[in-house]
């Protein structure tokens, strides 16, 4: 017996529905809420060169960054997310979450193998690296000019695997603060804040 046009006209208005979002791109990345993290990457590499020669303290100093930044960023992409009537719970979120938070829980475990192995001067191009990774990962689900942020903090992961601690430690303040400045500021000028 054939399908009711009615039931089959829903049929294929739900695919396409469902075909449309997977296709669509995450767009409530927050360029100004990026900027500030930046700048306060910024601040936290001048009070971390201070104790480059205590990993420590050091260590301490970069993770209360790390908390710093997921709170402003967090704040920063609701507040849009809000202003531009995205849902934080709609398919291509949920892709771009999952593929930001896959490499940085890999960086999460491989600093505390690291720490452990007491190798702290690895870490700069370790973060680096996953944090890039996780930029591409994720970009691929969000604007263009994402992924291109995350190839550049690669390739300052890759310079930091040949250098010491002191001059890691400028080269995340190089991508965490001036890429995040450069790139939020761009993000922000071209898609909405």
């Not at 201070?50 to 970069?62: G, N, T």
């Not at 997310?81 to 930001?100: D, E, N």
Request: overall charge positive.
């Amino acid at each position: 017996m054939p399908q009711p046009i009615h039931e089959h006209a829903a049929d294929n208005l739900r695919f396409i529905r469902d075909a449309m979002e997977r296709a669509s791109a995450f767009t409530s990345i927050p360029g100004w809420g990026g900027a500030i993290v930046g700048l306060t990457a910024i601040v936290t590499t001048v009070v971390a060169q201070r104790f480059v020669e205590a990993p420590r303290v050091w260590l301490s100093v970069w993770l209360g960054e790390a908390v710093v930044a997921a709170v402003i960023g967090w704040t920063a992409m609701l507040f849009k997310a809000r202003r531009t009537g995205v849902s934080l719970t709609a398919a291509p979120v949920k892709r771009f979450f999952i593929s930001y938070l896959a490499p940085m829980l890999a960086g999460a475990l491989l600093t505390i193998a690291v720490w452990r192995a007491g190798a702290a001067e690895t870490l700069p191009a370790i973060w680096l690296v996953l944090y890039g990774t996780s930029i591409v990962s994720c970009g691929i689900h969000s604007i263009r000019i994402v992924p291109l942020l995350g190839v550049c903090f690669i390739l300052l992961g890759a310079a930091a695997i040949f250098v010491p601690l002191p001059i890691g430690n400028l080269l995340m303040g190089a991508g965490f603060g001036a890429l995040h400045v450069v790139f939020g500021t761009l993000i922000a000028r071209s898609y909405g804040g």
